[in-house]
T-cell receptor, first 116, second 112 residues
Framework: ETGVTQSPTHLIKTRGQQVTLRCSSQ?????VSWYQQALGQGPQFIFQ???????GRGNFPPRFSGLQFPNYSSELNVNALELDDSALYLC???????????????FGPGTRLTVT | TQLLEQSPQFLSIQEGENLTVYCNSS?????LQWYRQEPGEGPVLLVT???GGEVKKLKRLTFQFGDARKDSSLHITAAQPGDTGLYLC????????????WGLGTSLAVNP
């Protein structure tokens, strides 16, 4: 069983630039959720993708967008980067429709984004 | 608005001591999960509780879901330095399994 992987592990960008973060879900999982985690805080839900469509969204502006591909991998895109976007970005995969296991999310190691 | 309140926010104890972390809400959750996160890594799922009053044990860790499914606790017996980390509770509101609601976490340091 392959776990959740994310790339890159670290990234430094300049304010105003655009960034794409990638996530490969755990084998057998069909749902991907993205989170932003600031230092010392709990994760904040950005959005969730299921069957290649956005399936729920948190309180993030439209410059945060995503994609899910047929193999269930996913991308998070952030346009017009701001200094406050500096954070750990976490991807989590899960299996929708699997009873109690549908509630369980498995996280990747995250991408540390620094905006200067 | 923080909908899942965790306490304490920070905890520093000596090896061998017991501790309890609390996760409280005014809302009913269909399930609640506990995670442990180490610096620079993603959260690792420890346990999921779904039934009111449920108790689950994972070695020295005991997890309990409140009867009304509005609160949960994590109890660690005889804490060890390897237990050091950020403990997070997260849950799904009844009828919404899309958005996981997170607490801010409890940062635990176990000193040898």
């Amino acid at each position: 069983e392959t776990g959740v992987t994310q790339s890159p592990t670290h990234l430094i960008k300049t304010r105003g630039q655009q960034v794409t973060l990638r996530c490969s879900s755990q084998s057998g999982h069909n749902t991907v959720s993205w989170y932003q985690q600031a230092l010392g805080q709990g994760p904040q839900f950005i959005f969730q993708y299921y069957r290649e469509e956005e399936n729920g969204r948190g309180n993030f502006p439209p410059r945060f967008s995503g994609l899910q591909f047929p193999n269930y991998s996913s991308e998070l895109n952030v346009n017009a980067l701001e200094l406050d976007d500096s954070a750990l970005y976490l991807c989590a995969s899960s299996l929708a429709g699997g009873g109690s296991s549908a509630y369980e999310q498995y996280f990747g190691p995250g991408t540390r984004l620094t905006v200067t | 608005t923080q909908l899942l309140e965790q306490s304490p926010q920070f905890l520093s104890i000596q090896e061998g001591e017991n501790l309890t972390v609390y996760c409280n809400s005014s809302s009913v959750f269909s399930s609640l999960q506990w995670y442990r996160q180490e610096p620079g890594e993603g959260p690792v799922l420890l346990v999921t509780v779904v039934t009111g009053g449920e108790v689950k044990k994972l070695k020295r860790l005991t997890f309990q879901f409140g009867d009304a499914r509005k609160d949960s606790s994590l109890h660690i017996t005889a804490a060890q330095p390897g237990d050091t980390g950020l403990y997070l509770c997260a849950g799904y509101y009844a009828g919404n399994n899309r958005k996981l609601i997170w607490g801010l976490g409890t940062s635990l340091a176990v000193n040898p």
